[in-house]
C-alpha cells in the first residue's frame, strides 16, 4: 500500500511538470504543435518500454477489445494535453490542479454511477467540501488581488 501511495504522488508531481513542460512549448509554438510533440514523445518512450518487456503483454496480442469505445483514451488524453497547455498560462498551477482534481471527483462520481450504478454520498459530499473550499480560495484570492491594485493605484496618485 505505501509503494502505491508513493507512486500516485509521483505521478502527481509528473503531472503538474509535463503539464507546464507542454505549456511552455505551446506558448513558443502553439497548443496543436505542444500536443503533438507530447504524443509522438509519448509513443517513442512506449515502444521503448514495449521493446524492453516493461507491461506485459504486446498491445493487441489478444486481438481488438469488444468494446472499441475503450481505445478512445488516448483521444481524450489528447483532449486534456491541449486544454491544460491553454489553460497553465491563464490560471495558476494551483489553482488549475484544484479545478483539475474537482472536476476528476465529479467524473469519477458519475462514471462509478452510469457504469457500475454504484452511488457514494460520502465522496460525492467530500467534492462538493473540496469543490467549496476551493472556491473561497478563488474568492480570497481575487479580493486579495483587488486590494494591492487598489494599494499600488493609490501609491501611484500619491506620486503625483
Not at 507530447?38 to 506485459?56: E, Q, R, T
Not at 491544460?84 to 483539475?100: C, E, F, Q
Amino acid at each position: 500500500m505505501t509503494v502505491a501511495i508513493i507512486v500516485s504522488l509521483l505521478a502527481g508531481v509528473t503531472i503538474v511538470v509535463s503539464r507546464t513542460i507542454n505549456a511552455n512549448l505551446a506558448v513558443r509554438t502553439s497548443l496543436l504543435y505542444s500536443t503533438m510533440w507530447n504524443y509522438i514523445s509519448g509513443i517513442i518512450f512506449m515502444v521503448l518500454l514495449i521493446l524492453l518487456g516493461v507491461g506485459g503483454a504486446l498491445p493487441f496480442s489478444k486481438g481488438l477489445p469488444p468494446e472499441l469505445w475503450i481505445c478512445l483514451g488516448g483521444g481524450v488524453g489528447a483532449v486534456v494535453i491541449f486544454i491544460s497547455n491553454y489553460l497553465v498560462t491563464r490560471v495558476s498551477s494551483l489553482n488549475l490542479t484544484l479545478l483539475m482534481f474537482v472536476g476528476q471527483i465529479f467524473a469519477s462520481i458519475a462514471l462509478d454511477w452510469m457504469i457500475s450504478g454504484a452511488f457514494s454520498l460520502g465522496n460525492t459530499l467530500g467534492g462538493v467540501l473540496v469543490a467549496a473550499g476551493m472556491l473561497f480560495n478563488l474568492w480570497v484570492d481575487v479580493d486579495n488581488e483587488k486590494k494591492e491594485k487598489a494599494k499600488q493605484a493609490k501609491a501611484l496618485s500619491e506620486q503625483e
